[in-house]
């Protein structure tokens, strides 16, 4: 099993940027590929960015150029910069993780809110 746990979520004013981190424990060696999704209100979950245990990295048109995954292998915690923030950005950001056997794993989310 894969715990995660998101933090770094606010509001923020367009134009703006936020930092988003989460933080795996539990069979972290496991872990094969890690994204950021997001939800916001009355739409589905969408896919945001993704980053594999190699450190390739893909992104969702809408935040291409904005937004940047990274990892710190070391503390088993992946991040999202997101710069540039629009209004349309706000959602709720979660975190997932997948493991060789495929299972995936979600961290509870945290808000994001951009105000315009």
């Known amino acids: 099993q894969v715990q995660l746990v998101e933090s770094g979520g606010g509001l923020e004013q367009a134009g703006g940027s936020l930092r988003l981190s989460c933080a795996a424990s539990?069979?972290?060696?496991?872990?094969?590929?890690m994204a950021w999704y997001r939800q916001a209100p009355g739409k589905q979950r969408e896919l945001v960015a993704t980053?594999?245990?190699?450190?390739?990295?893909n992104y969702a048109d809408s935040v291409k150029g904005r937004f940047t995954i990274s990892r710190d292998n070391a503390k088993n915690t992946v991040y999202l910069q997101m710069n540039s923030l629009k209004p349309e950005d706000t959602a709720v950001y979660y975190c997932?993780?997948?493991?060789?056997?495929?299972?995936?794993?979600w961290g509870q989310g945290t808000q994001v809110t951009v105000s315009s």
């Open positions: 997932n993780a997948r493991d060789r056997w495929s299972r995936n794993f």
């Open positions: 539990g069979s972290v060696l496991s872990i094969s590929f």
């Open positions: 980053i594999t245990t190699g450190g390739s990295t």
